[in-house]
Each structure stands twice: as structure tokens, then as C-alpha cells.
């Protein structure tokens, strides 16, 4: 599995906690896609209540998972304008089908830190 180095095992605090898990298999369509990956993380990270995120892909198959302080913090970052184009290019070129899920994170714990 492919992973973007830059972002990943983030440092989270205790929980609870918020995740988005973006679930994704690409069309195969790349015309601006890793720019717009790029920005996306960078500008999630400028984002109140954005706490990490983490990302793998193997071929088309992608999984993301963007960490947040609560619900109202995702809430501002599916409304931003720059997040809102990436949507609408992710439903008209890059991706076949895509799963969003929000799940509160009530317990977590790690090895190797």
C-alpha cells in the first residue's frame, strides 16, 4: 500500500475526538488531481479543530482519514470554498464512487511512539 509520507500516524489527543474515513475508488482520471490532493491536506491543516489526517491508496483504491476536534469543525471544512471545487471535480473526474463516514472516536491507543 501507497501511503502520502507527510501525512502520516499523526499525534491525536485524548479522546473523544472526531474522524472522517473517506473511502474512494478513482476513475483513473489524474488531470489535477495530486495538486488538488496537495492543497486540500494543507489548507485541512490551516482549519480550526483539524487534528491530523492519515492516507493510503493502492491502485484505485483509497482510504482517508481526517481527525477533528468536533463536529462543528467538520461541518466548516465541508463548506469551505477551495474544499467545496475539490468536491465538485472529485464527482465530475476523479473518483467512480466514494464513501464518507463521521465517527466519534470514544477510546485509542498506540505502540511505538
Known amino acids: 500500500m501507497s501511503t502520502i ?6 499525534d491525536l489527543p485524548e479522546p ?3 474522524a ?6 478513482r476513475s483513473g482520471d489524474d488531470r489535477g ?6 492543497r486540500m491536506v494543507t489548507l485541512a491543516r490551516a ?21 477533528w476536534r468536533d463536529l462543528g469543525s467538520i461541518a466548516a ?9 475539490a468536491q465538485r471535480l472529485g464527482h465530475e473526474r476523479w473518483y467512480e464512487r466514494y464513501e ?9 491507543y498506540s505502540m511505538g511512539k
Open 20 to 25: 472522517v474515513i473517506f473511502s474512494s475508488v
Open 5 to 10: 509520507p507527510s501525512a502520516e500516524c499523526p
Open 77 to 85: 471544512w465541508k463548506a469551505h470554498a477551495e474544499h467545496a471545487i
Open 47 to 67: 482549519q480550526p479543530g483539524f487534528l491530523g489526517i492519515e492516507t493510503v491508496r493502492e491502485g484505485q483504491v483509497g482510504i482517508t482519514v481526517s481527525y
Open 16 to 18: 473523544p475526538y472526531y
Open 33 to 38: 488531481y495530486v495538486a488538488m490532493a496537495a
Open 100 to 108: 464518507v463516514r463521521v465517527a466519534r472516536v470514544e477510546r485509542a
